[in-house]
């Protein structure tokens, strides 16, 4: 269906990453399957076989590959099963579901009727409508954050709705990363571009507070910011004039691949002299397609980057095992692993009696999930309805049409902001400990 | 000053991209009578067939644009013309758009089914380089154009300047003209007007592919929409060249492109106003062109003045049956729908329930279409706007005054209705398409004005409609709630009835048939329409209350997109705009037939799955059947429906209706030819045996009587 | 208002399109009860008069005063309901309604009738009082064999005489026929004079005739204007204004 809005959905991702949560935790149960199998009684599980089931906008106006996710699920879940399941059981991703944009409800209500799934995952569409019935019946569920469904609120905690990294949604949250990233680029002036879309003038506001609020310490303030383009459009021309007017030399946007696009062509064209910053830009196809255009850009992650030196465990497992089932490394693929990553460690704490709330406690119970050094770290006691106390992301650069992390250590791909103190430089973390 | 000047000149290439599509846009107009809002699918097949060819095949230059210009658009707009649109030369304007509406539908489900639905990044340029930013001139001056800018602009001057010489100065667009006015009248002078048409056809898609191609490059990935949102905006430049006139339509388009950039750099940015404003302002321009634009709107919509030649459309089937055939398929409604009722309450699971409640509340939504385009005889193209505002209302209504739910719902259909019925007031002096253009106009600024801000929409959280209780029983529970939807369903559709049968529908009748023979009796035309357009924005808006109380949520994007307005208009118009059944229908089909071919197209790939010996061959074949096809399958039969309005704009139920009713009526005639009834001798429709009802014993001339529509000399 | 007023009085009626004259200064009256005739050649400009009188037209000059008020600025409907009516050169029937619903419709709107609120509870179902009216007027035209038939099916002449009940429902002061005969072999004709002739004499309506049939006009008309290239040529009682040589040259030709 050809929506308009949901080509936000992009927009979005990179408010997640100002969101995840982090405190210390000890990492729990190892690898391998020594425990009884007990009898249990839950919806979805047999003898030999724990049944989830996913849904996804497979079919939609993007162009979205968000099948990838299931991919992703399914990687993991082979991974676990070659090595004897779990309790006793294997797992199985018994249905794929595509909502095509605009039945997500339904598909959900299918998933519990006649797919008899233990749990939901992944959950990876443009509109979250089913996440009422999935938060009513209680059933475990994990997916893409885009959604406000995800989150959570003291009335209406959603404890049973997990996210990649964390399930709380903060469009105009603010953080140091702008300021910072802007300083250490030389700059002093940032542009801002956003539609005039909720979602995406939201973000537009959290940075011009982030940049109010962090920027003198920086020497670096607004310059310009534009919060009423229409969505998708295709000629920024007097916006890029009013920057050069205006001496900015740090852009970042709030904006679809379509807004990038158009605004760095534009750049390009009138010939400013400004550093980009596309918090939503890794994604190696678009490198691959449009090369130098956003060479020298920065990119966000809120997971270590593929190409991080010295990588951390769960990112060399992921990369295997993406070679091993020929999937591509990508962060839909990602997010499915990371989904049942999660789901199988959620499983593992909960005990070979295991059913769908004994999985969700003991998930709301890690403090620190990190998928072995994939994520930096979240608290899952606050992860569904409030933002975390730290700033924790990784940075990369676009350097010959490749991705390159960038203020990262080896074995450190991660950058800790405190959120709520002046500005200083980041830590360099290989995770929150 | 300098500033506004500077500011006017960036926005001339914008401009120009305008201007190319609403030129496109009147072309197809002039010559042809269709305002194709399919143009933009249109230019979407040229631009994925150059990206295929030059990007995935790495043809030169040239030859991919031969082929993508001069030979795919061409050869679509014969394919058109021959299958389509050389059937509707005759037919009216709403017909017309109708079909346009089906294609536009259809035309980009076609295209990822040919193409696959991977995204199409960075579509090349009409240039030797690959972006079009890599060709700049005048190289680091103050204006600078890119490759994509310049062939732009050069194509657009070209294109108008071309078509200034066809129409002034060469016989052919002459009779292209005249094949608009009256096509009849054309053949009577010896030209041949399926030719002409043809040539017309070939032409304007050309146009489309030329600027499909040309465009492309301005979409970071090729996607229809884009094309389709890019048309929206042209048409306020057809408007400005009343949708005749070539250099107006350039002028117009200039002129808007120039204004959006004025306006991008004067106003605050970060204003209300900016807010609103800005992305409006096509919309908001073609709106008041509408209205006001002098020359537009005393350009009626060309009435043949030989249409009244043409034999008379058979009557409703209504009209035509028995009374013992009438109670007959009362009764068989009521069974069919008590089956239902009692399907949905006993055997099925909360999946199949909760879209059958979803297609019984888009039924309700539905009769608004049938009030105002059945009965009204007007196409609004906003329908999913009154929608929303009855959602939006409901959900505003129980979280700040704490109402009951089921009395919100009321409360958001009053509210709608109202704003039915102020909109109703300016739009009603248009006609045809005109109407339905201002009615687009509207759903787009709503859409771009209204729906972001944070009071009306709830900004990036939907706002919650609880589900209510009515004394014990609780709707939360999703059969209860089904009940109560099919139980205001029956009710909108009783009210749809009791008013189509009372005097506004009669009115309505009387003014669809001829609107000045209506008011020379007596009958308000402002009166009876501006009623209809508030019955049907409030039908709409209890639908959309319903709606976004049935899934928790007012949410704009999965329920109430403009789009989807266009999309019902086609479906209901398919399905048959003058009956309520109709409305049931389409609204359940729209939710059910997508899930129905999602069914079907799992059976191949499990039965290669579970056959694991099949023949390469036969494997090979069943696994291009995927089930991610189904949503697109069914927009091309819904598309495709709209294309049979033309041959029976009385719609597919009614036709199927006749279609049985002669049936049981040949079977009765036989069975009961000894005592032959009065009635049955009226019910013979008159189309099928002209000599037949003879109960005048004049020697009669074939009945000549003209009825319907356009005016008087 | 006395009776010596006229109940239609046209004053230098005047319109253009795109500036050329399609009425000049044309002043018709009409008296209560009586039958006048309107002749001109093709394009003379009867229909734009007729268009004019019943608002369909904005004059671009000229007072219409009916009923000892000024329409200037009325919309049709309105006129209408102040008692004006009219029939089609060109047949305007309502399509997809039976016959009989043809009159129920006119005989609704005469008041301006129908309310919503009704309608919505199921009220305005045809009360007997005006299906008898409806009865009544089929009898008098002769319809009442064809009373449900759908209209798609008539012949034209029925269709004429349909329309002419139509208007007639809505109990005219004053009505203005177009070309009725058009389109009508001789022995309709000649049934359409004798229609019109009864119901001139039952109910004292006003007619303002336009007719090409001559012998037709001769029977109906007292008096008789002629229009002929947007001016009024003559007028007067019928034999005097069709003895005219000038009104024989421009109109009737030789051999009338």
Known sequence: MRLRVPACAAVLLLLMVACSNSESAPRTAARGEDEEKVAVDAPGVTDSEIRVGGVASITNPLGGEYADMFRGVEAYFQMVNEDGGI??????????????????????????????????????????????????????????????????????????????????LCFDCEAPIWPWLAQEAGASKVGVIAYNVAQSSECAEGIRKSIERWGPEAGVEVGFIDTSLSFGTTDLSVQVSQMKEAGVDFITSCVDLQGVVTLAKEVKKQNLDATQFIPNGYDQSVVDEFGDLFEDSYVLTFFAPFETEEKPEGLQTYLEWMERTGTTKSENSLNGWLNAALFVQGLRDAGPDFNRQKVIDAINKMTNWDANGLLCGVDWTSAHDQPSENVCSAISKVTDGAFEPVFAEPGKPFLLWERDAPLKDPEVVAGVD | MIEILELAVRGVPTGCVFALLAVGLVLTYKTSGVFNLAFGAQAYVSAVVFYEVRKEHEWPLLPAALLAIVVIGPLLGLLLDRVLFRHLRTSGSVAKLVTSLGLLVAIPELVRLAFGSESKKNPPPLWYVERTDQWLWPEGSRFVLDAGQVTTILATLVVVAGLGVLFRSTALGLRMRAVVESPRMVELNGINAERVS???????????????????????SLSPFDFFTLLVAALAATAFGRLSSIPLTLLGGILLGVLQAILAGKLPTDSILANGLRPALPFVVLFALLLFWPGLRSARDAADPLAGVDPPPPPAAASIRTRFLTVGTRAFAVTVSAIGLLLGWFVLDSFWLGLVTSGVILGVIMLSITVITGMGGMISLCQ????????????????????????????GAVVAAAVGGLLALPVLRLEGVYLALATLAFALMFQSVMVPLDWVSGGTTPLRVPRPVIGPVDLAENRAFFVLAAALLALAGALVYVVKRGTTGRFLDALRGSEYAAASVGISATRAKVIAFSLSAGIAGLGGGLLACFYGAANYDQSFNFFYGLVWVVLVVTAGARSVQAAVISGLGFFLIPEFLQRLFEIPGRYVADHPDLPAAVEAVLRTIKPEYSLGVAFILFGFGALTYAKHPEGIIEVQTRAALRKVMGALDRTDRSQPTPATDDARPPDEDPAAPATDDDARRPAPVRTGGAGVP | MSEAQALLEAERITKRFAGISALEEVTVEVHRGELVG??????????????????????????VRFDGRSLVGLPVHRRARLGLARTFQRIELFSGMNVRDQLLVAERARHGGGSFLRDAVGLSRPTADEIERCDRMLDLLGLTPDADRPIESLSLGRGRLVELGRALMTEPKLLFLDEPSSGLDRRETHDMGTVLQAVQERSHTAILLVEHDVPMVQRLATRLYVLDAGHLIASGPTREVLDDPAVRAAYLGVGV
């Not at chain 1, 006793?88 to 299918?110: C, F, I, M, P, Y």
């Not at chain 1, 009513?136 to 997916?143: C, H, K, Q, S």
């Open chain 1, 87 to 168: 309790h006793g059981r294997e797992l199985t991703l018994v249905a794929e579901r595509d909502d095509k944009v605009a039945s997500n409800n339904a598909q959900v209500q299918a998933l519990l009727a006649q797919d008899d799934v233990f749990a939901v995952l992944p959950v990876a569409t443009l509109l979250f409508t089913g996440a009422d019935t999935l938060v009513e019946r209680n059933v475990p569920t994990f997916g893409w954050t885009i959604n406000p469904e995800w989150q959570g609120t003291e009335e209406e905690p959603k404890e049973n709705l997990f996210g990649q990294a964390g399930s709380y």
């Open chain 2, 198 to 220: 043809m040539v017309s056809w070939m032409l304007s898609s050309f146009l489309a592919g030329l600027s499909g191609v040309l465009l492309a490059p301005l979409f970071a």
């Open chain 2, 384 to 411: 999913a706007t009154f929608a929303a505002i009855g959602a939006f209302t409901t959900a505003r209504v129980v979280d700040s005054l704490g109402m009951s739910v089921i009395v919100a719902i009321f409360v």
């Open chain 3, 38 to 63: 309107l002749i001109g050649p093709n394009g003379a400009g009867k229909t734009t008069l007729f268009d004019c009188l019943s608002g369909k037209l904005r004059p671009d000059e000229g007072d």
